[in-house]
């Protein structure tokens, strides 16, 4: 499976991006996706998740109401959609497949990795 992740840039506190991952290869319904981020010096952590077939999500706390995981099966995209940004959002953002078909929150169980797109959020 290769993923590529694009959409990030610089964005001011308050503002919107939208991060894209296209998943080619040997994908599969029963896999499901997530969004990572590391910040410098800090440990990558999860961000959100998705079901590939199921349309569950799952997020972390700190972007809950203010970040929405989708996906696009025709496509074989998932999408980020990232509003109210704020400075501490500043990351590269990572997406991921876990070959499991429930969302799982540790970055340990993901089995492939896109190149990560960067996302800066100024103050």
């Known amino acids: 499976v290769q993923l590529q992740a694009f959409g990030g840039g610089l964005v001011q506190a308050g503002g919107s991006l939208r991060l894209s991952c296209a998943a080619s290869?040997?994908?599969?319904?029963?896999?499901?996706m997530g969004w990572f981020r590391q910040a410098p010096g800090k440990e990558r952590e999860f961000v959100a998740g998705i079901t590939w077939s199921g349309g569950s999500t799952n997020y972390a706390d700190s972007v809950k109401g203010r970040f929405t995981i989708s996906r696009d099966n025709a496509k074989n995209t998932i999408y980020l959609q990232m509003n109210s940004l704020k400075p501490e959002d500043t990351a590269v953002y990572y997406c991921?497949?876990?070959?499991?078909?429930?969302?799982?929150?540790?970055?340990?169980?993901?089995?492939?990795w896109g190149q990560g797109t960067l996302v800066t959020v100024s103050s």
């Open positions: 290869g040997r994908t599969s319904s029963s896999y499901a």
């Open positions: 991921a497949v876990d070959r499991n078909s429930y969302i799982r929150v540790g970055a340990r169980y993901y089995d492939y």
